[in-house]
């Protein structure tokens, strides 16, 4: 526990503030941290900032979301200063993005790089934080806010013979800040989420031979990307405060708005019209902009899911191959659409291979590669595309004690429990910024991310200007924010699939059943859910 007698207090750093991760919506919450006046620090396990974008650098790394409705709004210069050049920006150019707002309001002289926070324990006595870095050194605060990202956790599932692979080997959220060399090599990719299919139609282009070992397919939908250009990029800026108020009047987030009707509405050909030109359109429109009972009726889902397995069928010439790149497990939509520009048409090429391992799973990293049912493969490079522990592995991997000692891991064993998935109880002036359970959970995260980080900053101004010590929610609070994100969750058939969104991860223990790890109530709701706390002078927190 807290242990004065090991380091006096006098020798441990303090500060009004620790923020822990700089990506994108970390940034942010530092500004905002600094004009309220407090002494900040963050840590940062990365060397720089950029979060997300620092760590995945793999190859066709890109935004899924709209470039401009990824970036951050609250600067009016900053939004005159930067163009974007991709409707959909590719990871340097984002990672640019990230170091440009860090040079512009000099966040570098407040943030501490490649230092992993191991554990943060809240002092009762004192009304502090303390929180241990991996090299043992130590620092104190009042509050302590934590921006840790809900996918940078990356897994790699413990095959046997890991280390035996004489060749190269990367996970594609651990990607070397070397370029890695395709070209001529024999490569594995396992995994097509929405990592592995932007790799996989990349480096299709240059390696030797790419075998693919896919367990569970995906509905992979075009992402229909275009270069904007100077001229593009002035109209759009001009339209900022538009864009943004579209996105803010979505339930997601994004500039894409739901079609009012039901799928079961209109005449099989209209229907099949509107599918054309969503699966047409840029972006999440397929997913986002598709008929309203699309996700919470299965007949309307299954229009959309016969839809998209045509298209692929269309698009793959062997019908043994593009049967086996259909989902059969789950309807469209249901899990995280990856966005692919030509990743179906990789299967139709005479050097890349589609290994299933859904019946006969991977059974072994050997010396050369990998064996799959009894077979030996040949690799220069494996690629695990394998995901992340989402939502909580960013948090489980920190000892986080509150009142009591108690664990933050423990609380969270079986569910996540959180008031508006910013705070806990038990865990007094700790504040999560896109935590399980925010709005932000579900949405495209610089949009919500950034009412998030409103929301956090406008609680500590509150409970500073009020002369308080302690800000926590309420035992009823919590219990009836776990109760609705549960309830609203009930409804959507993307809870009852097996993916991220839903908590399960094969590779990692006591993560094979679904939990609700996310708040899908939409933005809107959560806004409103959000300004009723403000109103009332946040009559679900506690104060001391
Ligand atoms: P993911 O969606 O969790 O996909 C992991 C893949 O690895 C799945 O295909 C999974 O198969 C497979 N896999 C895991 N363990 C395996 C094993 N032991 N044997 C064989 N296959 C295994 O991870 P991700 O692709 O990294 O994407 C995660 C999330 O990151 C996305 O959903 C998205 O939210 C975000 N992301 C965003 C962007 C963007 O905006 N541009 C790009 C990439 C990622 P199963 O499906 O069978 O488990």
Redesign the pocket.
């Known amino acids: 526990m807290f242990d004065d007698s090991i380091t006096p207090s006098s020798a441990v750093a303090r500060y009004d503030a620790i923020l822990i991760g700089t990506g994108v919506n970390g940034m942010f919450q530092l500004i905002r941290l600094r004009e309220l006046g407090l002494s900040v620090r963050a840590f940062e396990a990365a060397g720089d900032v950029g979060g997300t974008w620092y760590w995945?650098r793999y190859p066709g790394?890109?935004?899924?979301?709209e470039s401009y409705t990824y970036i951050h709004s609250f600067s009016q210069e900053l939004l005159n200063e930067w163009d974007w050049s991709e409707h959909f920006s590719a990871q340097p150019d984002t990672l640019r993005y990230c170091n440009y707002v860090a040079d512009k309001f000099d966040l570098r002289k407040d943030i501490q790089f490649n230092a992993r926070v191991t554990s943060a324990v809240f002092n009762e006595a004192h009304n502090e934080w303390e929180i241990t870095l991996a090299d043992g050194s130590r620092a104190r605060s009042r509050y302590f806010v934590t921006a840790l990202g809900p996918?940078s956790t990356p897994?790699i599932?413990s095959?046997e013979g890991i280390d035996s692979f004489k060749g190269e080997s990367h996970h594609?959220?651990l990607w070397p800040h070397t370029p890695v060399d395709f070209a001529g090599r024999r490569v594995a990719v396992?995994?097509?989420?929405?990592?592995?299919?932007?790799l996989i139609q990349t480096i299709a282009k240059t390696v030797d031979h790419l075998t693919v070992?896919?367990?569970?397919p995906?509905w992979c939908s075009p992402l229909n990307n275009a270069p904007i250009d100077a001229e593009e990029m002035n109209r759009i800026r001009a339209r900022y405060t538009e864009i943004f108020a579209k996105c803010r009047d979505s339930e997601g987030g994004f500039i894409h708005v739901v079609d009012p009707r039901k799928a079961g509405e209109v005449s099989a050909q209209e229907r099949e019209e509107v599918f054309e030109r969503l699966y047409q359109t840029p972006g999440f429109a397929i997913w986002l902009a598709n008929f309203y009972d699309t996700f919470t009726d299965q007949t309307a889902n299954d229009f959309i899911t016969e839809f998209v397995a045509r298209k692929i069928r269309g698009r793959v010439n062997d019908p043994a191959i593009a049967e086996r790149l259909i989902p059969k497990d789950h309807g469209f939509g249901t899990r995280?659409v990856?966005?692919e520009s030509g990743y179906y048409e990789v299967y139709n090429q005479n050097n890349v291979e589609l290994v299933s391992?859904l019946e006969t799973?991977?059974e072994r990293i050997t010396p050369t590669g990998l064996r799959v049912g009894g077979k030996d493969y040949a690799f220069d490079i494996i690629i695990y595309?394998?995901?992340?522990d989402?939502m909580l592995g960013a948090y489980n991997q920190i000892d986080i004690r509150g009142c009591g000692g108690q664990s933050l891991k423990e609380k969270w064993a079986e569910v996540p429990r959180t008031f508006l998935g910013v705070q806990v109880a038990g865990f007094p002036n700790m504040m999560m910024v896109i935590g399980p359970h925010t709005g932000a959970s579900f949405c495209n995260m610089p949009r919500c991310g950034e009412e998030n980080v409103d929301f956090v900053t406008d609680l500590i101004r509150f409970t500073q200007t009020k002369g308080f010590s302690r800000v926590q929610p309420s035992v009823e609070s919590e219990i009836a924010w776990t109760e609705h994100v549960h309830q609203v969750a009930e409804k959507l058939l993307i809870n009852k699939t097996?993916?991220?969104f839903t908590g399960?991860n094969?590779?990692i223990e006591g993560r094979q059943t679904r939990r609700v790890l996310l708040y899908a109530g939409g933005a809107t709701r959560y806004r409103r859910k959000c300004d009723e706390q403000v109103a009332s002078g946040y009559a679900g927190f506690e104060f001391r």
């Open positions: 995945n790394c890109r935004f899924d979301s996918l897994v599932p095959f594609t959220g396992i995994g097509t989420g929405a990592s592995g299919v932007q070992f896919q367990r569970r995906n995280r990856p966005m391992t799973p991977i595309a394998t995901g992340f989402a097996d993916s991220w399960i094969r590779n």
